[in-house]
Every structure is written in C-alpha cells, then in structure tokens.
C-alpha cells in the first residue's frame, strides 16, 4: 500500500479518471446555484443533477471532481458526531466520477478497483462491497469479472444500496466498496459484519446507477413503478479524508495532514503537552473541524448571520469559541487557525488564498461579538442545569433555553453541548414553541435585505420629526449619550426584538457617519440597560433620516430606552487617515502628472484606499514614485487640515476643487490642507479627516493601472496598513536575503549573480537539449512517409524552442532536400508548429504559410510565413497531437504532382 499526502491523493484521483476521458470540473460553490431546496452541497453530484435530470447539457460525457461538501443540518447532520467520533466532519471534500449516458456499471466498477489496488495500492484482500440484494447485475459483475470472492459480497436493502433522488424520478442500486480495519477477523465473518455495519469496515467509495425513472412513490420498492431511463448515468463518492487516512496508516482522520496542522497550530497557542493535547482531544478536533467549515464558508460568501445558510456559518464559529474557552481562551483566536487551514487547502482551492484576509476578518468579528455575551450566558446556564439538578430534573426546559439565545446570543446547539456535559436533555419541542411564539409577536420573516420604497421611509421620517429629536453629527464626539427612537425592519416597526435579530435603528442623535463621497460608514455600539446592538452600517435613504443597521448581541431593546452610541475609534481613524490620504494624493498627482488630472471616483475604507483619476497614458514606475514621496512628504510637513462651510461661489473663486459630475448645493464644506503660507490642498469635501497630515503616518502605494479608456486607478494603505506592508516586506526582503546567504543589503549583488549563474545554466541546458535534439531528429529521419514521390516527416520534438526547431529543418533540408517536414513542440506549455518545403516542391504548389494555419488554429493561435518556412503558437498544448494528425491529411490534399 503507497503511502501520499492528501494533495497527492487528491492528483492521483483527478489524473487517473483525466487518463480515461473525463473531463475535470472544478468545485462548486457550497451554495448550490441550481436547487434552492438544497442548503448546501452535500456530494459531488449536486453540480450535475440538471444534467441527470435532462434538463442541461453538457460538452462532456464523463466528468471528475473533488467537490467540497458540508452536512450540518437537515437529514445529513453530522455536528454531534464531530469530535467524538474519529470520522465525523461537518465539512468534507468528496472525490467522484460521473457518466451521462456513457459508461455503466462495469466500467465504473472496473476503474473504481484499479484506481484503489493500482493506484493507491490497496491490497485487494483488504476490500470488500455491497449490493442492492435485487441488483443480480452488479453482484454477477463484482464477482465474475473484477473477480471479486463472493465471501466478500454482501446483499444489502434499499436503506443501504439503493439510491433515489426524491419519491420520484431517477433512482437506482448503488454498490458501496468497503475497507477492512480487522481483517483478522476472517472472510466468514465479512458479510456478518457488513450486514450488521459494526464498525469493522469502513466505507470508502459509493457507485449510484441511476438506472430507473419512477413514476409513482414506491415506499416498498417493489420496482413496479421503476422504468428505464433511456441514458443510465453513474454518480461516485469517494471520500479524501477516509482514503486519505488509510493511505497515512492512521486510525482517526484528525491524523491525517489534512488535520494536523490544524491541531498542531492550536497546540502552539494553548501551550500544552502532548498529553494534555491529547486530554483534550474533542476540543480540538472540534475546532478544526468547524474552522474547516467556517473557512469555505465565507470563502463562498456564506457570512455569519441568524437565519437561513448565514446561521450555519455563525453556528460553527460559536461553537468553536465555545470549545476555545474550554481549552482556555478568552479572547479571539480562531482566525489564526482558519490560516493553518488555508495553508493545507490554498494550494487546491486558491479562492482561499486571494480571500484570506477578508476569511480571517469576519471570523474574528463575529467571535468578538460572541465573547461580549458568551460568559454571561454561560453563567446563567450554569445556574439553571445547577437549579434543574437540585430538583432532580434532567431536562431544561425549552422556554429557558430560548432565553439563553433571545438574550444571550447562545446557539441552541451550545446549550445542547454543556447540557449534553453534564447529562442533561433539553426540551427541543418547547424550544421551538417558544421561538414561534416570538415570531408571532415581533412580525418575523419580513425580509430586511433591500431597502423599503422611499414612501415608506418618509412615513417613518414624518412619524418622528415631530419628537425634533432627529440630529446627525458625525463631526464631534465619537460616544454620544442618546435616545433610541425607532426599531424597524424593511422600514416597518418592530414589537419586539431578540439577539440575533438584525433591526434598523433610528436614535435622536447619531454620531455614526453615513457612507458619502467613497467613504464608507462608521461602525460600532450602542448599549442600552441590559443590552447590545452591533452596529454594522449607517445610510440616509432619505434626507433627513439617518438609520443604523446592527444586529442585537444581548438583551432585548425597548424603543424610548436611553442608549451610550458608540463609533469604533480605531477603523474611525484608520479610515480617516486614508480619506485625507486621497486628498494629498489628488494634489500629488497634478503636481506630477498635470492639471488636467481629475478625480474620477474614490473608495475609502479601513485597510486601504482606492483613487481613480482622468489621465491619458501609463503612469511610469519613475512618476509613480516622486508622487509617493510628494505624498509622504506633506504627511511629514504636518499640514493643518482645516474644514470650513461657506457658499460654493466663493469657494470655487477661491480655487477649490470639486468632484467631476457631482452636484453641490449652494453652501458647501470644504477641506484645507496646508500651512499659513502654503495651501497644498483645497478641495469640496463633506467627508471625514485627521486635524493634520503628520495623523497618516506613511502612505505607500501598492498597485497603479488602467480601469477603462482615459481613466487610472491607485491603491495604497497608509497608517497601521501602511507599516504592516512595511514590515511585510522586509521580512520578505530578509527571508530571500538569508536564503541567498546575505543580508538585505547584499540582496543586489547576490540576485546578480544569481541570475548570471542561472543564465549560464539554461544556455548550458539549452544546448544540451539541442544536441540531443539533434541526434533524434537524425535518428528520426528514417521515419519520413511518402505521398506518391513526395517525402514527408511529422515529429514532435518537445521542449524544443522555435529557434531549434528551425536548425532541426536546416538539417531536414540537407538531408531530404525534396521534402516537407511539419514539427510540434510543446515548450514553457506553450505549443509550438514549424513547416518546413523543399524549393523543388514550392514550384509544384505547395506553400507552407496555407499548411500551417489550419494547423494553428487546432491549438488556439496563428501563424504564417513564406512558402518555404513557415511557423506558428498557441494556447492549447493539449490539441498538439490532433494537429500534426491534420497535418498529414493537408500534405496528402496541397499535394498535386505534375
């Protein structure tokens, strides 16, 4: 048996059925794009069931993938049994091979044993499979011609081997390939042990035949109802963690080098022994299953919320920092695991990588907001089993545990779990009667998502200016003591509200700035008697009326309450320094590259900046750099930033200036930059910014290029982005220096000579491979066909550059002066084609240019050239082989002898 990693196992699978004709499909997302029925993708055919079902085509008949699954609710819930249970996970990668109408049972059955025997080196004996005991067909398929002993066969019911979509419509046996854990045991007692699933095999790899269409519920699967379907298909599921586990020769899949590191880097953060590792094992196998999970979630978009898929995201992150708090932490720590996932998944699944930062963000916040109430809620828990206990009840009744998530924010899965701890039941029938009674009275299920008509906004405006309450500062103060004046949902009011509800708000002052001019909104609290509301986003929907978007951490708010709003000082300032930042950057740019720059739009947030801006041509590395160093400059000059409102006559006379295409009113504000002297910058702003330029700290610019015609774009990081880019890149910088053997400084000497080395090594290797080249062309020649009296020669020649290829036609040209001679390579994965005619054959009409582009456009590219030498590139290396094959057919048809 061949020992792989998981990558490996994964390449070997998605290679092996690539070798036999399928097409291999990447992943799906875990939100289901064709079944709204579906909460997420639970096998590998989920992508595919409109193409079982008849209703898409596809331009392939036999298609692999390495689907990525999650099961955490509905028939498919596997979260109990993670952890406990060494093979159980929430989410999961599922390897699988699928046939539309082409192959059917044999030839799945026949790849499915070699890829485990051949391939992965599975001794034979050690496998055993299951039938539908009505499936005659596959048993007399398994046993005569894979050559299967039938003591290793067993006959299953529909609950086991028989597999259908819905009541009706496509279904049809499955058969299940199985791995022996105790083989010595004995081969009597493998079908016993099947029969009884007791824990001796494990099943590794299920092939579906969808067989039959069934036209009517068949609760007896009598198969009176079952009809053939006119184009069988074949859906298989092979799990990677399974096979890769008995690959690695473990027993658990946490084990595995899917897992490990995981584990490893939670065992750096808690400090413990091994052993203590090891006294804790379902903590941590907990919490690197659900960062699994929380990590492709988001990936897909998938955000932590309280209803719906968003629940799921957020229930598994709760619950992580649940276990955490049990292996100590009290504080955020998960993202720091969700970057050990990345490391083993990033390289298969990349949206991982170009997402880690937003990934690592979210599950942080959403623990931050966890931690605010998880103590709290957890102490009452305890209080009630404690009560419960003294009373000699072993049961928590559902009213108490819908509390527990009303006010407190407590998944009911965690109330579960510590009840679970201290062998206590929870009343789930009185959980959800409570929660439905709360639905009734707050008005539930009204969709939040997009706002309400302006009519309905201004119904909510009138209803509360009559209070004169409504004032918008988000100039002064950054805490302001307030009244609530409105919860709301889609512009409707709300009765009541719990934790987890999302609500919008309307306070009598708000200190929360309103997304405006590329800046985005102010975040942060407000706090009321016994409650908390995460405040996500401030808009206008219309004027006058500010509301605040939040979800509600703890308690239950009452409209009237007193409140402490609160803006989050620190993003506050972050986005602050970077919206000042633009301005040195507008003024920098027309300094550098002309008046005629204009701002074209900006987009402002915490961890960076975006400026786009009207300018003809590139912007060279050379002008890019004197305008980060303009800009630094005026952040040292510790420029006053001054904001004043006067009419917008007076302050377009005075030269500020305004955004392309906005319209302003008759008053406006605007923003100084500069000293007493000296005015650097003078624009219309209504947005947010630092008291002087030295706030920014260092601005640095990471990317310049082309949005559209006429129109650049910049984004740079300034402040605590801007140093942490810093620092990133020196230790980039000192990595590549010390694996150079130096230091920073030296890196300039020691990558030139670096470079010159390797230069020297590829003409060394470059001449090598035309020598040899060289010989096997020679050898080659005596390959050359005949149409008639002409002599031709087709060669592939890999890895051979177009220059060699043409000193390998000087060659053919002294040695077959008559002929043609067409040359393929594949080189740096590009595919490369070269004709070659004899003058002799020029004059009898044939031309190379006309051969060779045909030949060009079978591999995704264009050539041409003079009649005698002709050459051309392309895309698709894989259509090399097709194309040298037309060649021969447009020699035999150019070819017309005299």
């Not at 092979?238 to 490990?260: A, H, M």
């Not at 000579?753 to 491979?769: F, I, K, N, T, V």
């Not at 009409?845 to 030498?869: D, E, F, M």
């Amino acid at each position: 048996m061949k020992r792989m990693s998981s990558s490996e196992a994964r390449a070997a699978f998605l290679d092996y059925f690539a070798d036999r004709q399928h097409r291999v499909v990447a992943s799906s997302s875990l939100v289901p794009a064709n079944d709204p029925t579906l909460l997420f993708a639970n096998s590998g055919m989920v992508q595919f069931k409109d193409v079982f079902l008849g209703k898409e085509r596809r331009a392939y008949r036999r298609a692999t993938t390495s689907q990525k699954c999650l099961r955490v609710s509905g028939k498919h819930n596997d979260l109990e049994e993670v952890g406990p249970s060494p093979q159980h996970h929430t989410f999961f990668e599922m390897l699988g091979n699928f046939s539309f109408g082409d192959y059917f049972k044999l030839e799945a059955m026949q790849m499915a044993w070699g890829l485990l025997t051949d391939v992965y080196g599975l001794p034979a004996e050690r496998l055993a499979v299951t039938v539908y005991e009505k499936d005659d067909d596959s048993y007399d398929l398994w046993r005569d011609t894979i050559g299967i002993d039938s003591r290793r066969i067993a006959r299953l019911g529909p609950d086991d081997n028989f597999w259908q979509m819905a009541e009706t419509g496509p279904c049809g046996p499955n058969s299940e390939i199985h791995w022996d854990r105790y083989p010595e045991q004995g081969e009597a007692g493998i079908i016993p042990s099947l029969e009884a699933d007791d824990g001796r095999f494990i099943e590794l790899w299920n092939l579906v035949f969808m067989q039959f269409n069934r036209t009517q519920p068949d609760p007896q699967h009598s198969g009176a109802f079952d009809l053939p379907l006119p184009a069988p298909g074949v859906d298989t599921g092979l799990g990677l963690e399974r096979i890769t586990s008995i690959l690695q020769r473990v027993e658990v899949n946490y084990d595995t080098d899917l897992f490990l590191p995981l584990i490893r880097a939670l065992q750096a953060l808690t400090g413990h022994s091994d052993a203590e590792r090891d006294d804790n094992i379902v903590p941590y196998r907990v919490i690197s299953d659900h960062m699994r999970s929380a990590v492709f979630l988001i990936a897909d978009g998938v955000l932590p919320g309280p209803k719906g898929r968003d629940s799921v995201t957020r229930l598994v992150i709760r619950r992580a920092a649940r276990f955490g708090r049990k292996l100590g932490f009290d504080g955020p720590f998960l993202a720091q695991i969700a970057d050990a996932v990345i490391d083993v998944m990033g390289g298969h699944f990349v949206e991982l990588v170009e997402r880690q930062s937003a990934i690592g963000s979210v599950i942080t916040r959403e623990e931050e907001r966890f931690h605010r109430t998880l103590g709290r809620g957890l102490g009452e828990l305890d209080d009630m089993l404690s009560a419960l206990q003294d009373s000699q009840s072993g049961t928590l009744p559902g009213e108490q545990a819908f509390y527990l998530t009303a006010t407190r924010g407590l998944p009911l899965e965690v109330i579960r779990d510590v009840a679970s701890e201290r062998q206590m039941d929870v009343d789930l029938a009185g959980f959800e009667a409570a929660q439905q009674r709360h639905a009734r009275v707050s008005g539930a299920g009204q969709a939040m998502g997009a706002m309400q008509g302006n009519d309905a906004w201004q119904a909510v405006l009138a209803d509360l200016q009559g209070s004169n309450e409504l004032v918008y500062d988000p100039y002064g103060p950054l805490e302001r003591e307030t009244r609530l004046l409105a919860l709301l949902q889609g512009a409707q009011p709300l009765a009541e509200v719990i934790a987890g509800d999302r609500v919008e708000l309307v306070l009598a002052e708000t200190p929360f700035y309103v997304e405006a001019g590329g800046q985005v909104a102010d975040r942060g609290v407000i706090a009321g008697d016994g409650w908390l509301i995460d405040v996500e986003d401030a808009r206008q929907p219309v004027d006058g009326l500010v509301i605040l978007l939040g979800e509600v951490i703890e308690g239950r708010p009452r409209i009237g309450d007193p409140v402490r709003a609160s803006v989050d000082a620190q993003r506050r300032r972050d986005v602050t320094r970077n919206h000042s930042a633009t301005h040195l950057l507008h003024a920098a740019l027309r300094h550098q590259l002309g008046d005629s720059v204009q701002q074209r739009g900006s987009l402002v947030e915490a961890d960076r900046l975006r400026f786009d801006f009207a300018h003809d041509g590139r912007v060279s590395d050379a002008e890019l750099r004197r305008v980060e160093a303009e800009v630094n400059d005026a952040i040292l000059s510790d420029f006053r930033v001054q904001a004043a409102i006067k009419p917008l006559a007076e302050a377009r006379a005075e030269g500020a200036i305004a955004l392309f295409g906005e319209k302003y009113g008759d008053s406006v504000r605007t923003i100084r930059m500069g000293d007493r002297d000296h005015r650097y910058s003078f624009e219309l702003c209504g947005g947010l910014h630092v008291a002087s330029t030295q706030a920014i700290g260092q601005f640095r610019i990471l990317s310049e290029g082309s949005v559209s015609a006429g129109v650049r774009r910049v984004e740079a990081v300034t402040g605590r982005a801007a140093l942490g880019y810093v620092q990133d890149a020196l230790v980039k910088l000192g990595e590549i220096a010390s694996s150079l053997g130096g230091n920073r400084q030296e890196l300039p000497v020691r990558l030139a000579a670096l470079q010159a080395e390797l230069g020297d090594s590829r003409r060394e290797r470059d001449a090598l491979r035309r020598k040899l080249a060289h010989n096997e062309f020679v050898q080659r020649l005596h390959e050359t066909e005949f149409v008639g009296e002409l002599p031709f020669l087709i060669a592939r020649m890999d890895s051979q550059p177009m220059e060699a290829l043409r000193e390998l036609a000087d060659i053919f040209r002294q040695q077959v002066p008559g002929g043609v001679l067409v040359l393929g390579s594949v080189y740096e994965d590009r595919p490369l084609l070269l004709v070659s005619i004899g003058p002799e054959r020029i004059r009898q009409g044939l031309h190379a240019g006309q051969i060779i582009r045909p030949l060009a456009k079978r591999v995704g590219g264009g050539g041409g050239g003079r009649p005698n030498l002709a050459q051309a590139g392309g895309k698709n290396a894989e259509a090399l082989p097709q194309a040298l094959a037309d060649a021969r057919a447009l020699i035999t048809d150019h070819w017309q002898p005299t």
